[in-house]
């Protein structure tokens, strides 16, 4: 029953042209589009390092670890080593994003937020997560020191060298990619919400036949998302092996989270078209609206069409951030690309894992039920 | 008994779509459920097939209470909806197959039996199509297949002949004979009076959620007060006492359109006589004469007080 349900989806879903252009074909001619109208930028211009000032004092003569580490990110960062005065002056005439000072703790000046001055927290939050270590360790073990049990660690800038060496040289463009997967991610929203419709007797005159079937329903139901998720992974896969194979655009060795991202992100989409399709009782077309209309909002506000909106959601209201599947998978990239901890893109999947088991959660109790009210 | 619905009441919001509905099947017969569009035929189907909720009574079927996991009374029933439903995106054969497929899992059977289905229906030439592919009529009888290709020892088909021409109509009420020969027990609900006439063998005539009368063709005609329907061609209309026609004894009521009067008499009292007598005496000329059997649109008609079709 299970499998033989399973091909059949498979065969539904492949043969739903409509479905099949905005799932697959679309994501591919707007990768195209992107790689047309960006590549002339790229060649034209390299990408714009992160103007930063660092302000000189005895603080920082104090602390060589923080001179190595940031010298290791010489392809984010364009330096500066200033006075405390002519940092300020920089940053007023907006010619920097913001300097770096020690007074002792260290501490970021910054005017505005934005993209560049969360590459510059990103950087510091690692430095100083690695630094507390090095601190504890020292308290605790002051004959760590001196057994080298601390080299690993203080061996910070070797350690960020390498990292930023290994990971892709920072180009702008992967971003423009990155929202693109996301929306292909939540774009498999379509077919959890085909497989809904499919199933129950109120959306469609199909559903009533197999609700009149002596089969058990969720057993049906569980391997038409299978086939949904199968087949939305497959155009993932299609779309990612496009983006690197065909238009040669290069995500770095982090090729590992970046499926895992698109695995969890293709799950949340799938799921929230299912939940959406059981907890609305319109038709089809009116689900369709509804998911296309709540995805785009999504999107937006995860920065999508209006890069700025992810920040001043993040900063004025930080919780819609956290409650917006689109915005968890974006972030998710952005953490990869620019934080070299991973605690920020573990974070968002887990959120993502929370989204997934509350649409699937819903939507099994929604097609529990075994009558309806009305058809 | 094969199915014994006792009471069943459904409402929605206010409107009472069944008003404590009552019907019973025996097995190996055709019976049909006549009633106006709105009369709640597809909501009783729907509440005993344990799709809708429904407010009260009690639904049996092969004797055994239903309800949705009951898979082992769901095995053995076949549906056939008002709306095709059926997947656009697999063909004729594909679609059979796995409806076919949610009951039978041997895949040796299931491809017997959708063979069988294929003939019954008369789709051999289109198994390939998708069904946007298909006429009106021959997406009716995929409909069909996908119901009964398991080959249900229930089938219930709920105005499957919606929209098809005379010629396929025929052919699918063939069909469901054959069918019922061939051991199925069938609900057939329809607002055509003539479809029913034709193949049940008993008839369940429902209004407003409510079954009204029941029995044979003959019983229900029975039942009523009038006879046949005797219509005559009048030549000179103008000069009939329509009045004087009605005051003949056992006459029911005289209708006259054009030059068309129709005299409703009363059962076994056949007047022809003594109306041919009284126009003969009033001078009225008369071009052709004929009389038909009441219909179950009289026998509804006289119960309701309203026509089957309006
Ligand atoms: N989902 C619903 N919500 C509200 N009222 C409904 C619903 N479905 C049916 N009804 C009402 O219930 C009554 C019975 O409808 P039903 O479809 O059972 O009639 P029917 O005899 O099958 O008619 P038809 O010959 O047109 O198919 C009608 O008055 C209809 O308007
Ligand atoms: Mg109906």
């Given at each position: 029953m299970f499998l033989f349900n399973y091909r059949y989806r498979l065969k539904c879903i492949l043969r739903d042209r409509q479905l099949m252009f905005w799932t697959l074909l679309f994501p591919i001619l707007l990768a195209t589009l992107f790689n047309l109208a960006l590549s002339n930028i790229t060649t034209a211009e390299e990408f714009i390092k992160v103007p930063v000032a660092v302000v000189e004092n005895d603080q920082l003569d104090a602390n060589p670890a923080f001179t190595t580490a940031l010298e290791g990110t010489d392809e984010l960062f364009a330096v500066q080593y200033t006075t405390r005065a002519e940092a300020e002056a920089l940053l007023n005439d907006n010619q920097i994003s913001g300097y770096i000072v020690f007074e002792p703790d260290l501490n970021l000046v910054v005017n505005q937020s934005g993209l560049n001055q969360t590459i510059i927290r990103g950087f510091l939050d690692d430095f100083l997560q690695s630094s507390a270590t090095i601190v504890t360790v020292i308290t605790e073990n002051p004959t760590a020191l001196d057994n080298g049990i601390v080299a690993g660690v203080s061996s910070r800038s070797e350690y960020l060298t390498e990292v930023s060496a290994s990971q892709s040289n920072p180009d702008p463009i992967v971003n423009y990619f990155y929202t693109l997967i996301a929306m292909t991610c939540l774009y498999g929203g379509f077919l959890g919400l085909k497989e809904v419709v499919a199933i129950q007797a109120d959306l469609s005159d199909v559903g009533a036949r197999i609700n009149l079937a002596p089969t058990n329903k969720l057993t049906v139901f569980m391997s038409s998302m299978l086939a949904a998720t199968t087949i939305q992974l497959a155009e993932l896969l299609i779309l990612l092996a496009f983006i690197i194979g065909v238009l040669g655009i290069s995500f770095g060795n982090q090729l590992g989270y970046i499926a895992l991202t698109c695995v969890i992100g293709s799950l949340t989409g799938v799921t929230f078209g299912a939940f959406i399709a059981s907890v609305i009782k319109k038709g089809e077309g009116f689900l369709t609206g509804i998911l296309i209309a709540s995805t785009m909002t999504m999107c937006f506000l995860a920065g999508m069409m209006y890069a700025d909106m992810k920040y001043i959601v993040t900063t004025k209201i930080p919780i819609l951030a956290y409650l917006n599947p689109a915005n968890l998978i974006t972030d998710s990239f952005y953490a990869l690309y620019y934080?070299?901890?991973?605690t920020q893109f573990f974070t968002d999947i887990l959120l993502l894992c929370g989204f997934i088991i509350v649409f699937s959660a819903i939507t099994y109790f929604v097609l529990r039920r075994q009558k309806y009210a009305s058809l | 008994m094969v199915i014994n619905v006792k009471n069943l009441v459904k409402r929605y919001g206010d409107l009472i779509a069944l008003d404590h509905f009552n019907l019973e099947v025996q097995e190996g017969e055709i019976l049909g459920l006549l009633g106006p569009n709105g009369s709640g035929k597809t909501t009783a189907i729907n509440c005993i097939l344990s799709l809708l909720k429904y407010d009260k009574g009690t639904i049996e079927i092969f004797d055994q209470p239903m309800s949705p996991d009951a898979y082992d009374i769901k095995r053995d029933v076949g549906i056939v909806m008002q709306n095709v439903a059926v997947f656009e995106e697999l063909t004729v054969y594909e679609n059979i197959d796995y409806f076919c497929g949610l009951y039978i899992a041997d895949r040796q059977t299931r491809k017997k039996r959708v063979a069988e289905a294929i003939d019954f229906v008369g789709l051999n030439d289109f198994i390939k199509f998708f069904p946007k592919k298909l006429s009106g009529g021959l997406l009716r009888r995929l409909n069909i297949a996908c119901g009964i290709a398991h080959q249900p020892k229930l089938i219930i088909l709920d105005e499957p002949t919606v929209a098809v021409d005379p010629q396929s109509r025929n052919n699918i009420l063939e069909g469901i004979q054959k069918l019922n020969r061939q051991g199925a027990t069938i609900i057939y609900t329809s607002h055509y009076m003539e479809e029913v006439e034709q193949i049940a063998s008993r008839i369940a005539i429902m209004d407003k959620g409510k079954i009204i009368a029941m029995g044979t063709n003959e019983e229900l005609k029975k039942k009523i007060k009038s006879g046949e329907h005797i219509n005559l061609e009048l030549l000179n209309p103008e000069d009939l006492d329509l009045e004087a026609i009605k005051a003949l004894p056992h006459i029911i009521s005289a209708e006259l359109t054009d030059h068309q009067l129709v005299v409703k008499s009363g059962r076994d009292k056949n007047n022809l006589i003594a109306i041919l007598d009284h126009l003969k005496d009033q001078n009225i000329a008369i071009g052709k004469i004929y009389s038909e059997p009441p219909t179950l649109n009289d026998v509804f008609l006289e119960i309701t007080g309203k026509e089957l079709r309006d």
């Open positions: 934080y070299t901890s991973h | -």
